[in-house]
């Protein structure tokens, strides 16, 4: 995880790494996640904006609040199964 200037290149030059995570489990079966806290919250204070991944694992560790849910617990019902209200 980095800050980057918004106009630089997702792979291109960078300001700072605040973090590292490794989405593949170890052989116990850990995901290792490490994050400067302190940095990251400066980052934010100052304007960065997380991409929606990152803003989740932030919100997991309390760094930021929990971003708000983006899928309807009614659409994970079948179609069939769902009860259809009438106004």
């Not at 850990?30 to 904006?49: F, H, N, P, T």
Request: avoid cysteine; aromatic fraction near 8%; hydrophobic fraction near 40%.
């Amino acid at each position: 995880m980095v800050a980057a200037d918004s106009r630089a290149p997702r792979d291109g030059k960078f300001l700072e790494i605040v973090g590292t995570y490794n989405p593949i489990a170890n052989n116990a079966g850990i995901k290792e996640i490490r994050l400067k806290a302190d940095r990251l919250r400066y980052w934010i204070s100052v304007g960065a904006q997380p991409s929606d991944r990152v803003a989740w694992i932030l919100g997991k560790f309390g760094i930021l609040p929990p971003p708000p849910q983006r899928f309807s617990v009614q659409r994970m019902v079948p179609k069939k199964d769902r009860v259809e209200e009438k106004s």
